[in-house]
């Protein structure tokens, strides 16, 4: 996995909701843990764009209700900061869907995606309506 240029501030916790941004069958996602996760002893892990959490489909498609899925964040409202000075945030905070192999579930993805997620999975890049 590379890293960013970016500085990026993670601000999403365990236990923040945020809207799936595929066509999966998903609509709502509760982050419960971020993978790979290292720091002090009791702390919550905060992710951020481009980070990949263990998440619960609060609402949505009967398929996956109720299921621990892999999702990778993709737009967050807190700013972040470009390597050239610029500053970017959206309006809301969202994911997408992926597989064990970080290949998307789903076929396209509503609205944009963060420049930072594509630089890290070339593969997301391919269902992205819109690139920021």
């Known amino acids: 996995m590379r890293g960013l240029a970016s500085s990026i501030s993670k601000t999403l916790i365990p236990g923040s909701v945020i809207t799936c941004a595929d066509n999966s069958g998903a609509k709502t996602l509760m982050i419960l843990n971020k993978t790979g996760r290292a720091g002090r002893k009791g702390r919550l892990a905060a992710s951020g764009i481009g980070d990949i959490v263990i998440a619960t489909v609060k609402s949505g498609n009967p398929q996956y209700r109720r299921k ?41 993805v509503k609205g944009a995606m963060a420049r930072e997620v594509v630089d890290r999975y070339v593969k997301l890049a391919g269902i992205a309506s819109r690139i920021m």
């Open 68 to 108: 621990k899925v892999r999702v990778v964040i993709i737009r967050q409202r807190q700013p972040i900061r470009r390597a050239d000075g610029l500053r970017v945030r959206f309006e809301d905070n969202a994911g997408i869907l992926i597989t064990d192999a970080n290949l998307p579930v789903g076929t396209e």
